[in-house]
């Protein structure tokens, strides 16, 4: 079992920046998967981007590609989320979820890849 909290979240104008935190409990940290989600209303949970299990691979949308980086300390058990130049388009709660699974090759990339979830942090951008 993994329990995940965010944290960081709130409003910003467009061009500024915002850092996630997501905290980590339960189960070696060092081996899971972690991934960044976003739901914005009436629209569904999309990746945004995640990090490899030793941290040495980052996976993006191309939404978010070049502006936002996705980071971890597993000494701390937290994965990051820094987000710069950030638009209205950005506005959504924010998800961190983990994923236990190995994989040979390919990062998982859809809510049904990850077994554990957070319970969302809203981030407003504003114009």
């Known amino acids: 079992q993994v329990q995940l909290v965010e944290s960081g979240g709130g409003s910003v104008q467009t061009g500024g920046s915002l850092r996630l935190s997501c905290a980590a409990s339960?189960?070696?940290?060092?081996?899971?998967?972690l991934g960044w989600f976003r739901q914005a209303p009436g629209k569904e949970r999309e990746f945004i981007g995640g990090?490899?299990?030793?941290?040495?691979?980052?996976y993006y949308a191309d939404s978010v590609k070049g502006r936002f980086t996705v980071s971890r300390d597993n000494a701390k058990n937290t994965v990051y989320l820094q987000m710069n130049s950030l638009k209205p388009g950005d506005t959504a709660v924010y998800y961190c979820?983990?994923?236990?699974?190995?994989?040979?090759?390919?990062?998982?990339?859809?809510?049904?890849?990850?077994?554990?979830w957070g319970q969302g942090t809203q981030v407003t951008v504003s114009s």
């Open positions: 990090i490899s299990a030793s941290g040495g691979r980052t």
């Open positions: 979820a983990a994923d236990p699974t190995t994989y040979i090759s390919g990062f998982p990339r859809t809510t049904f890849d990850y077994d554990y």
């Open positions: 339960g189960r070696t940290f060092s081996t899971l998967i």
